[in-house]
């Protein structure tokens, strides 16, 4: 037997491991468009504003043709931050959805418990319990978006 509230905490506790944990591999998914720099060029404001680290984005170099009315034709090298190339995927637990058959009882303190045991009064069954997790993509915060907005417009610039 459990009760009600310890139930429900475990599998609240459950699901926020497992969100945390996405949520890690989302941050993971940084190292990938961006690499950390030892520049302090914040100077020695940095700690007092909070800086924890300088990341700067990891860079490609491309070869575009020249179509500006100045250009004889030739390519133009440019330099693309890799996060505008890539889709940026993270993804969050949407719904997290359980059902199962239980008994239910109430002790001599009116709390809940639960009773998952196997046996009813036609004899020894199993224990059968449906687990769905949805995960979807989750929405890219608004500030990376303006971030790779920022990336293509210079990128656009430099065309």
């Known amino acids: 037997m459990i009760s009600l509230k310890a139930f429900v905490t475990a599998i ?7 969100s945390e944990s996405l949520a890690a591999r989302n941050h993971e998914l940084f190292s990938k468009y961006f690499t950390q720099v030892e520049d302090n060029s914040a100077g020695d404001d940095a700690p007092v504003l909070g800086v924890e680290k300088q990341l700067s984005p990891k860079m490609v170099r ?6 500006n009315p100045a250009s004889d034709g030739s390519n133009t090298s440019v330099m693309v931050p890799l ?27 009116d709390e809940l418990h639960l009773d998952f ?10 224990h059968v319990c449906k687990m769905e997790v949805v995960v979807s993509q989750a929405d890219i915060p608004d500030g990376l978006k303006q971030i790779i907005e920022g990336y293509e417009n210079v990128l656009r610039r430099q065309l």
């Open 12 to 18: 609240y506790d459950a699901v926020s491991m497992a």
């Open 117 to 126: 045991s196997k046996s009813s009064r036609w004899g020894m069954k199993p």
């Open 62 to 67: 491309l070869e575009y043709p020249g179509v």
């Open 83 to 109: 996060i505008t190339l890539a889709p940026f995927s993270a993804c969050q637990i949407e719904k997290v959805t359980l059902t199962t058959e239980f008994k239910i009882s109430v002790d001599e303190n």
